[in-house]
């Protein structure tokens, strides 16, 4: 789908829309027209359904949907997934909070941020960090498609969630750097307007733990954020 990392504006909408709904249907009905449908169907989504919580996790049973464009999005990408019948395929929507790897995505560019002194809280601080080490969301995938009793919506996150400013503290350590200037929430909005972002995908908090996961029977090999960075600095 069109990344998210983008303004807002009603032509990028569009676009993440349908590049998430339209290719969710197109895959449902490649499905039903094939003679041996797969056994399992895993669907990405996103932890990003749940609303701003610092308050409490948010998981599978009692997590709350936010309100807005991104948790919209969220909505009819999963609906999308939902309604389409395939009686011959186990379906599985992934629920994916930040996967971190040395290969792209989050990491390289928080690593950057922090080497360059600017590793510090940003806006509040307050605002929890849900993630998950490459390796265990690919297990993940893997234990999901052996079991064969899982099904429905499952969130692709490490069970321990923590404050930004938390996260970023221990990112200066495992770092060895020793001054992180912090971001008001002002100076994120000026910067996102210039690299045409919008500051929701640092300030909205993503308190997510992965109850489902963890119920029937998943270990995670990276559980803590030391774990996860000591393994990928």
């Not at 996790?57 to 990408?77: H, N, R």
């Amino acid at each position: 789908g069109k990344s998210v990392d983008c303004r807002y504006n009603e032509k990028n909408k569009a676009e993440i829309i349908s590049s998430r709904v339209d290719a969710t249907k197109i895959l449902g009905e490649a499905i039903n027209k094939t003679n041996n449908p797969p056994k399992v169907w895993l669907n990405s989504a996103s932890a990003t359904i749940y609303r701003h919580a610092e308050d409490k996790p948010m998981d599978e049973f009692t997590g709350e949907i936010g309100e807005g464009f991104s948790v919209g999005v969220c909505q009819v990408w999963e609906k999308a997934f939902n309604e389409i019948e395939n009686p011959k395929t186990r379906k599985i929507a992934m629920r994916i909070s930040m996967v971190m790897g040395k290969g792209g995505g989050v990491l390289p560019v928080m690593t950057k941020l922090v080497k360059a002194g600017l590793g510090g809280k940003m806006g509040s601080g307050n605002q929890f960090i849900s993630w998950i080490h490459e390796e265990d969301f690919l297990n993940a995938m893997g234990f999901l498609i052996q079991n064969e009793q899982a099904s429905g919506a499952y969130n692709f996150a490490a069970p321990g969630p923590i404050p930004n400013k938390e996260f970023m503290a221990l990112m200066r350590k495992q770092l060895n750097v020793k001054i992180g200037l912090p971001a008001m929430k002002w100076m994120l909005e000026i910067g996102a307007f210039f690299i045409k972002t919008e500051t929701e995908l640092i300030l909205k908090s993503r308190r997510v733990i992965p109850t489902k996961l963890l119920r029937e029977g998943f270990v995670f090999k990276y559980s803590t954020v030391e774990q996860t960075l000591k393994n990928l600095s």
